[in-house]
């Protein structure tokens, strides 16, 4: 406030004081998709952004500026002069504009505010140009306004920090809903139009992720938002974050030339493909990048006004714990306005003896720091060794509730579901199918009764009570607060193994026998 009454002079945290957004949305939407008609590929598509120039991008773009001000002075001699500066470690991560008439131009260094400026009171703009990615930067930015009148020269500062990105969580109500093409499969076709009527009967809209062919919508990006107060009420800017993942990539060998030239006849597309011959045995390998520009097309395509994409990963592959589905939320609790984060690892002891794990342990260092310095939501990491995917979404969720913390844990329970099939085994059902879907041997209740998936599937309990005691430790979560639902695993199995599963490795990675009621929108 420019009317004295704010004497607060403490530093900006995340939790009180003066904060700033990350621009990175497109307010004008001038960030472009193709260029000559063609896709443009990742490396082009993160280049733009409001953040991206050294102009305010309209009025929307102005409103996504932080507010400064400074008090008029009318007492200035008419040769007192101002500068305007922020701290070094700042320097490169915001831009500060200043408006006049109708106009903002950037200040720089070498800026000079006149005394008819100072005397009228200056109106300035701080965007953030980056996001608090590491412990490199806090967020907190030092802006200093010196000024000179003749000898006097008194420097006054104001300390912001930029607001933290914040993940969404299962409490809050859908606005939009993502779902795949329905390209891939009958099946999928059929839950895309599900969830269509479901959107429309709730008055949710639902739009399929075009034009990407990833069916797995959820893993290639995680929504969060960031939100600052104005006198206009909440200014708030949702932003995906990409995962640190080249999805979408494809690989296909072939021994020979010959062998190439039989399922490739048409020359390659070097936009596309790029085709890689051994030069020791002569087998090639056919790169292809199709899907992954359709994905990032897809992804990019929603960025807008109030909507921006940050893409901070560089990792060239595609692990597993990356994805988005290892991206879970706990809606707020006391101490934890925002809620926490939940991510999935790996650790040696729990990993299955028959699986020979090349894959890191941990979800990407990157995105690991980055939701550690958002400083709002503590990360809480939790074992998902004995799943194939390693996706903590497989197993825990979270509904509203009507309890003192207003939400409940849903979590899975293999020996739940264990019990059902023992159950049904036991009344003379074995024969009988588990699902409708035709799937072999293992679609028989008798097979989910066996002993060897009893096995893995109180393995998995047995995991999922130890994450439950961490989640108990870290969070004021009691019994009362869970909600435990049957589910029923069976071994990551071997397409050409007899009956599909490898008889000789029973200490395998667990995936779902049966649809998953926990893993949900």
Known sequence: PTDGSDTEKAAATVRSGAVFLANIDDSSKRCPLTKDKVPLKLDELKKCSDAADEVVNGPEDAKDLAPLASSPLPKLRDSASATLSVDKASATKVHVFAKRGDEWTLVTPTTQFSAADLKAGLTLGLEGTDVVRDGSWDGSVAVTLTITDGKARKALTATLREAPLVTQNHTETIQTLLTPTGKASHFEQTMV????????????????????SDVWTQDSFEPMYQSMPTADGPRTMRVLLRTDQMRGVDYDHFDSEEDFQDVHPKPIDPYYETKVVNPKNGHITLITVRDQVNLYQAMYGLRGPG????????NPKSFTLDSGGNIESLPPMPGYP???????????????????????????????????????????????????VGHIDEFLSTVPANNKLGWKLVVASPKMGVDLVKKLEAAGHGD?????????????????????????????????????????????????????????????YDDDAPGGVDQTKTHLYAQDLLPNAVNGV
């Open 338 to 388: 925002a809620g926490r984060v939940l991510m999935g690892h790996r650790t040696k002891e729990n990993i299955p003896s028959d699986e020979e794990e090349n894959e890191p342990l941990e979800p990407s260092a990157t995105i690991r720091g980055f939701f550690e310095s958002q400083g709002v939501q503590k990360p809480i990491y939790l074992d998902t060794s004995f799943l194939s």
């Open 307 to 314: 909507v921006g994409v940050l893409s901070l990963g560089t």
């Open 193 to 212: 139009d599900e969830l269509g009527k479901l959107g429309k009967a709730n008055g949710t809209e639902v739009k399929p992720f075009t034009p990407s």
């Open 432 to 492: 009988e199918p588990l699902v409708s879907n035709p799937g072999g041997a293992h679609n028989l209740i008798s097979y989910g009764a066996s002993q060897e998936i009893v096995d893995l599937n109180l393995n998995a309990e047995r995991i999922i009570d130890e994450n439950i005691a961490t989640l108990k430790r870290e969070t004021p979560i009691t019994d009362a607060d869970i909600i435990r639902v049957p589910v029923l695993w069976y071994f990551m």
